[in-house]
């Protein structure tokens, strides 16, 4: 079955950085586009970044986190990466590693930074930023 293991969340001061893992398994990740979902309690899940299937020599950030965070790939690891710089207190939050669930590039370049277009998900890592 899909699954989906994040890591490298913790406290971080603003200014700085922390790189997110995501450890993908059941599925055959080079064909699947993934993304890097956030959310805080009591608030809507927000899509921050993906990256395309394959290669991923495409991404794609909310603006927010533009020019701050890079999502890359090792398929042949099986794993998904967030490098978080600059990090600022809204960017606080529980950071789940997703699946995009259409196969291929099928949709991508127009849904990718829609939540509801990710049928698998981890459990997160808790993201902390201290002022």
């Known amino acids: 079955q899909v699954q989906l293991v994040e890591s490298g969340g913790g406290l971080a001061q603003s200014g700085g950085s922390l790189r997110l893992s995501c450890a993908a398994s059941g599925f055959s990740l080079k064909w699947y586009g993934m993304g890097w979902v956030r959310q805080n309690p009591g608030r809507e899940r927000e899509a921050v970044a993906a990256?395309?299937?394959?290669?991923?020599?495409?991404?794609m950030y909310v603006d927010s986190v533009k020019g701050r965070f890079t999502v890359s790939r090792d398929n042949a690891k099986s794993t998904v990466y967030l490098q978080m710089n600059s990090l600022k207190p809204e960017d606080a939050a529980r950071y789940y590693c997703?699946?995009?669930?259409?196969?291929?590039?099928?949709?991508?370049?127009?849904?990718?930074?829609?939540?509801?277009?990710?049928?698998?998900w981890g459990q997160g890592t808790q993201v902390t930023v201290s002022s």
């Open positions: 997703a699946k995009f669930r259409q196969r291929g590039g099928t949709n991508w370049s127009s849904r990718a930074l829609y939540t509801e277009d990710y049928d698998y």
């Open positions: 990256i395309n299937f394959w290669s991923g020599a495409a991404t």
